[in-house]
């Protein structure tokens, strides 16, 4: 045996070798350092079909985490459920010199339920894994595979995943019969793919590499409109026993009728015989579409439960009815049913939410695009949008949760792009006035009344229906005057065509400025100062967006002491930028201060050359917001 150690010792260290050339953080390019919180040195994403219904995604990575900011790129995230299976995982941690440290198999994972905090049930768990490493550099290796009973879902490539990520090298590949047709779409892909047939198996190969880190560049567009991304989507496809084709946005609302909503939209006999006795007395579509949303409101309360194919189907109406709950899917089907029964038309619409604005792909049909329900009503030349997921939302009001942009409807004639209802800057409107009395020794009192309009209308909903002393403990976080005594409160909304929600306090704030040798410093703007500080970027790779115009107004009086004499007032200020304008006046007749202050937003996209004057902006913005006024006693 003694005459074979030497080759075993040989081999040992050539592959320590190897492994060390190759982890080693030292044959890291310089170029891809700079900025980085996390280097990917080599992802292969593959996916393999055999058939429609079998499927493989294989992973191999390896990630070189810079400091603790990258620490989120170095953990092993899996998602399963019973259509996606884990097969095998298991990896290797090398330290900054290319040495294994630790090996870690799907035993170390924990393994919990994914569910989402609106949600009350979910079949989907999750496996995750984090080094337990304190030492950087690190590099943290491993291979997985998951097994998929379903094509429908087939997923996105997006190499650079986050600001402060560089990438060595990246791949991502798609294998399947040479006679499937794979629909696919390149966002800011700067290659061309590579495609090759072999004995009847196609492959599609996409690759990056040499990607320095971006550092974070606020008031940049969406991601997805200036990085890399490919996207997948099947022609033919299957899941949960269910086939399907569809290669436009046509043919996927077709699908979409057919197979989720057909037929589940079904109503009791009592439930009809109710919305006709409700809507009996007028003949106005609008009026009857408005009693039956209210309705649907009073009786409905919204609960996720997102089970099998119950992610993308919406639960019976019948059961909706009898449950009093349901998640967008189901609320919007039965809204739709309820209509249906007054003989009232509505679409089922798909869209992206959030208050983030994001368009529906006007050109990749894809069952990936869009995560929330909301219905449309297509009176003619009145277009009504209703989100029915909202216990306190106007008729006819969607808010900056769904806001301008490009949905999916779901109608008898297919698939259409329809875009929901724009707030212009002017409409999304915070107005606030108040009166203030302030004392000899610093106390002020007064009133302030706040109205909210457009996408501000929902700014201090946390407050509606809550107990006054929760009441009180957001309105102090909220108007961060010093002692603040909320003395009465008063919380109330107007859901007309253009809903107001208005907001009235009475307060006391102690020792809200102090005498000291005869002189008092008074902050004219108690309530709305803007703190932000933008960091200035010599350098700038992204546009300057603004994702929504808006304009806040505020008219403040003091009434001064008798006493009290003024010795020193500041400026009006303004500012006029093509994104915004603000100004700010101080008068004074007697005892009375004036302080009217305007902020008006421009909702856009502007040159990266001007992101200087921006941050120019804010900071004089910020300065005039600390004027004070002296007073001498």
């Excluded at 991601?223 to 436009?248: C, H, M, Q, W």
């Excluded at 003989?343 to 006007?362: L, M, Q, T």
């Excluded at 409409?427 to 706040?450: H, M, P, V, Y």
């Excluded at 107990?467 to 009465?488: M, R, S």
Aim: net charge neutral.
């Amino acid at each position: 045996m003694m005459r074979f150690l030497p080759i075993f010792v040989v081999l040992f260290w050539s592959l320590l070798s190897s492994a060390q050339e190759r982890y080693a953080v030292s044959v890291i390019p310089k170029s891809l350092i700079n900025r980085a919180s996390a280097v990917v040195r080599d992802l292969d994403y593959e996916v393999i079909m055999n058939k429609p219904d079998d499927l493989a995604y294989k992973v191999r990575s390896a990630v070189t985490v810079m400091n603790s900011a990258g620490d989120d790129e170095g953990e092993v995230v899996i998602f399963y459920d019973k259509l996606f299976q884990v097969k095998s995982v298991k990896g290797i941690i090398y330290n900054e010199f290319g040495l294994p440290v630790s090996k870690f198999t799907e035993k170390d994972f924990k393994d919990v339920s994914a569910v989402s905090n609106v949600s009350l049930y979910e079949d989907d768990r999750v496996k995750y894994f984090r080094p337990a490493m304190t030492t950087y550099p690190y590099t943290i290796v491993y291979e997985s595979e998951i097994r998929s009973r379903q094509s429908l879902f087939l997923p996105t490539w997006r190499p650079v995943p986050s600001e402060g990520v560089a990438i060595e090298k990246s791949t991502f590949r798609f294998t399947g019969p040479a006679d499937y047709k794979l629909r696919y779409r390149e966002y800011n892909y700067p290659g061309k793919v590579e495609e090759n047939t072999e004995k009847n198996i196609k492959t599609y190969k996409w690759q990056l590499s040499d990607i320095p880190a971006a550092r974070l560049e606020p008031y940049s567009p969406d991601p997805d409109r200036y990085r890399t991304r490919v996207r997948l989507a099947p022609e033919t496809f299957a899941y949960r026993g269910i086939t399907g084709k569809f290669s436009n946005w046509t043919e996927f609302g077709t699908w979409v009728n057919e197979n989720l909503l057909k037929g589940r939209d079904v109503l009791s006999p009592l439930t009809k015989q109710y919305i006709s006795e409700l809507v009996k007395d007028t003949n106005d579509p609008k009026a009857k579409a408005k009693m039956i949303y209210e309705y649907m409101q009073n009786k409905c309360r919204y609960i996720s439960v997102q089970i099998g194919i119950g992610g993308h189907q919406p639960y019976p109406a019948i059961d909706v009815d009898r449950l009093g709950y349901g998640d967008c899917k189901g609320l919007v089907n039965y809204t739709k049913a309820l209509l249906k029964a007054a003989g009232i038309e509505s679409y089922y619409c798909i869209v992206n939410s959030g208050a983030f604005k994001k368009d529906v792909s006007p050109d990749f049909a894809s069952l990936n695009d869009g995560d929330h329900i909301i219905l449309c009503l297509p009176f003619k030349n009145d277009t009504t949008w209703l989100e029915c997921t909202s216990k306190h939302y106007p008729f006819g009001f969607l808010g900056d949760f769904t806001d301008d942009r490009l949905v999916l409807a779901c109608t008898p004639e297919g698939g259409k792009l329809l875009k929901t209802p724009k707030f212009a800057a002017l409409e999304n409107r915070q107005t606030r006035k108040a009166s203030f009395k302030l004392a000899e020794g610093g106390d002020l009192s007064g009133k302030i009344q706040t109205r909210f309009e457009g996408t501000q209308y929902d700014n201090h909903d946390m407050l509606e229906g809550e107990p006054f002393k929760e009441q009180v403990k957001e309105l102090v976080k909220l108007y961060p005057l010093p002692n603040l005594e909320i003395e009465a409160f008063e919380f109330k909304k107007e859901k007309g065509l253009k809903p107001v929600t208005i907001e009235n306090i009475d307060f006391q704030s102690r020792a809200y400025a102090a005498l000291s040798g005869g002189i008092m410093y008074i902050s004219l703007n108690p309530v709305n100062k803007e703190k932000r500080v933008m960091p200035d970027l010599r350098i700038r790779n992204n546009p300057l967006f603004i994702n929504r115009g808006y304009i806040d107004e505020d008219e403040y009086t003091f009434e001064l002491p008798a006493k009290a004499k003024i010795e020193y007032r500041s400026g009006n200020t303004t500012l006029e930028k093509p994104f915004g304008k603000y100004t700010a006046t101080v008068n004074v007749k007697d005892n009375i201060v004036t302080y009217r202050r305007v902020l008006q937003m421009n909702e856009g996209t502007y040159p990266k050359e001007q992101y200087a004057e921006f941050v120019k902006f804010y900071q004089d913005i910020v300065q005039a917001d600390n004027d004070r006024l002296i007073l001498k006693f």
